[in-house]
T-cell receptor, first 113, second 109 residues
Framework: SQTIHQWPATLVQPVGSPLSLECTVE??????LYWYRQAAGRGLQLLFY??????ISSEVPQNLSASRPQDRQFILSSKKLLLSDSGFYLC????????????FGSGTRLTVV | GDSVTQMEGPVTLSEEAFLTINCTYT??????LFWYVQYPGEGLQLLLK?????DKGSNKGFEATYRKETTSFHLEKGSVQVSDSAVYFC????????FGAGTTVTVRA
């Protein structure tokens, strides 16, 4: 079966510290992968998407970066976190739901203090 | 570019009340339309979808009809329960998934 794993579930990091969030997908090959952020009280913002290994598209300028070192692995990173990076980060892939449905990971709640 | 506009919340209802959340979109071509739900402390789950004009998506008592003439995809449920309390997101997929801002719904017993 096709599943998506995202970790950690929660993270508290000090300002200026690095960040690495990981997302992996099982049961499929060459998926399109996405990172979204949901800031408190706001909607979902697409941050990055990837259609293949090493291929990253950035939707908005920001303090974050993404990498796709393997076909089913998508990593969100930062060298130095800002307070404004706090939020709920969701990884997603375009799953086999027919008609372009997306499957989301369970999310990582990041608090920068 | 593609965009989704959905009714602002929060919305507070009593159990068994009728729920409507309005959603309109702007897109070229014929996007697929979705409603996602986010229960407290959880990620997003696909609630229902429609891929072409006049399609009706339905799940868990919720319904939404793809109206091309009004570019709308309003979500409805005839009788809500406390367990329906969540944030609801309208979304469209046209090369990538674009979300509305979300509507927080609270159902009181």
């Amino acid at each position: 079966s096709q599943t998506i794993h995202q970790w950690p579930a929660t993270l508290v990091q000090p300002v200026g510290s690095p960040l690495s969030l990981e997302c992996t997908v099982e049961g499929t090959s060459n998926p399109n992968l996405y990172w979204y952020r949901q800031a408190a009280g706001r909607g979902l913002q697409l941050l990055f998407y990837s259609v293949g290994i090493g291929q990253i598209s950035s939707e908005v300028p920001q303090n974050l970066s993404a990498s796709r070192p393997q076909d089913r692995q998508f990593i969100l990173s930062s060298k130095k976190l800002l307070l404004s990076d706090s939020g709920f980060y969701l990884c997603a892939w375009i799953g086999n739901q027919g008609n372009y449905g997306y499957t989301f990971g369970s999310g990582t709640r990041l608090t920068v203090v | 570019g593609d965009s989704v506009t959905q009714m602002e919340g929060p919305v507070t209802l009593s159990e068994e009340a009728f729920l409507t959340i309005n959603c309109t979109y702007t897109a070229t071509g014929y996007p697929s339309l979705f409603w996602y739900v986010q229960y407290p402390g959880e990620g997003l789950q696909l609630l229902l979808k429609a891929t072409k004009a006049d399609d009706k998506g339905s799940n868990k008592g919720f319904e939404a009809t793809y109206r091309k003439e009004t570019t709308s995809f309003h979500l409805e449920k005839g009788s809500v329960q406390v367990s329906d309390s969540a944030v609801y997101f309208c979304a469209l997929n046209h090369y990538k998934l674009s979300f509305g801002a979300g509507t927080t719904v609270t159902v009181r017993a």
